[in-house]
């Protein structure tokens, strides 16, 4: 009955309950109840943490490294470490859009988390986002909730975090220029990105609308050439990011140097594009998950090519890193990127929760 009143009081300070021992509060190990039990006995909700307190709790410092072991753990294909189906999707035929349901569990890390998120192929007037996401933490022995989080924030991070690795793993020694197509919520968590964890003379914008250009490079204070095509942004670049909304090719593989790194972003369903089949048969293409690009790239299953290595498969050292080769890196998103990167948000708010 105490018990039931106290867990009652910390669930309504919002101290989070859940099986990872390390951060029993001091309260709950003196009256000696298990964590789980603690949990599944209070019924406890999930802790809330939303839009700019997940910014606030997760930097690309952290990130990047948690990703990128995520991404080999991936591609071990262990199921101990990464069980990840290919994304499920519903279509939402009347507005144009998908939902995504994307769970995932690391066994070894202890970490059981889905993310919902739906995606638009928005008309040009619209004003409401491409992308709206939430993800789910769960407790995997217990099944209780721990945390709900906006989606929006990880997605923008976890996506812009796996393109820098990929530009890491596969530009060329010595890169200097950097060319981003599109302007949305996508390009501007890779210009954080990419400035913070590699380093470019020079970064170009394109927007298919000048305005948005040029809003672009207002919003992030730095160095920023806006260009008035693809072409004129993309030629002699060493790095080009596709995250546009586009459904047909945006990028020609004749602009692009040989050599160049590009990594594809948008165009996440089977006949939808952003890059040409020049480019795709010049390039060696490199994927997060080879399944979820054989099911959901139009770039990869229209073009007809095939996927040369998963970025794990490169960070496991299974495959090689043809950094002098044209290289594409396409992204599909994944459910453990989603995981760690909720894990780590949740792991900061339990830090920052009982510093307090
Ligand atoms: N791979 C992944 O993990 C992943 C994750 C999130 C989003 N995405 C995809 O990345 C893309 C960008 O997402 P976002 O959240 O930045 O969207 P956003 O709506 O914020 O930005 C989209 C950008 O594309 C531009 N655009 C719109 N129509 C265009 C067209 N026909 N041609 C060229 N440009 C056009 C817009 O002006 C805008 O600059 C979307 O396709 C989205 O589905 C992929
Ligand atoms: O992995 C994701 O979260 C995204 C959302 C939008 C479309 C493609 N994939």
Redesign the pocket.
């Known amino acids: 009955m105490f018990k039931k009143a106290l867990l009652r009081l910390l669930n309504a300070a919002q101290i989070p309950l859940d099986v990872d021992s390390n951060f029993v509060p001091n309260q709950l190990s003196q009256f000696r109840i298990s964590v789980s039990e603690a949990a599944a006995m209070a019924g406890a909700p999930p802790v809330i943490i939303w839009e700019r307190e997940v910014e606030s709790l997760l930097h690309y410092k952290e990130l990047i490294p948690r990703l990128e072991e995520a991404l080999g753990k991936f591609s071990s294909r262990d199921s101990a470490e990464v069980i990840q189906p290919v994304r499920s999707t519903v279509p939402l035929q009347k507005h144009n859009g998908f939902l995504g349901l994307m769970p995932t569990y690391m066994e070894n890390d202890g970490v059981l988390s889905t993310k919902l998120v739906c ?1 638009y192929n ?1 008309g ?1 007037g619209s004003t409401l ?3 709206s996401a939430t993800v789910l933490l769960l407790d995997p022995e217990s099944g209780h909730m721990k945390a709900v989080m906006d989606g929006e924030a990880i ?2 991070m976890r ?1 812009a975090g796996a393109s820098a690795i990929s530009a890491k793993l596969l530009m060329r020694h010595g890169a200097e220029v950097l060319a981003i197509l ?6 501007l968590s890779h210009y954080k990105a990419f400035t913070e964890m590699l380093s470019f003379k020079e970064v170009r914008v394109w ?3 000048r305005e ?1 250009a040029e809003k672009f490079r207002r919003s992030v204070g730095g160095p920023v050439t806006v260009c008035g095509s693809v072409e004129e942004a993309v030629r002699g670049a060493d790095v080009i990011v596709t ?4 459904i047909e090719p ?1 990028l020609c593989g004749r602009w692009v140097k040989p050599g160049a790194h590009v990594a594809a ?4 369903r089977p006949d939808w594009r952003e890059l040409d089949d020049s480019l795709m048969k010049e390039a060696v293409v490199y994927a997060d998950s080879r399944e979820g690009a054989m099911a959901e790239s139009g770039d990869v299953i229209l073009s007809g090519v095939e996927v040369f290595a998963e970025l794990g498969d490169v960070i496991n050292g299974i495959k090689p890193a043809y950094r002098e080769k044209t290289t594409v890196f396409k ?3 994944m459910g453990v990127e989603d995981a760690v990167a909720a894990n780590l948000v949740y792991e900061q708010w339990k830090a920052k929760a009982y510093k307090l």
């Open positions: 995606f928005r040009a986002p491409s992308v997605t923008n996506t599109g302007t949305g919520q996508q390009a927007n298919h609308r948005g995250v546009t909304r586009s945006v972003v948008g165009a996440c992204s599909l998103g």
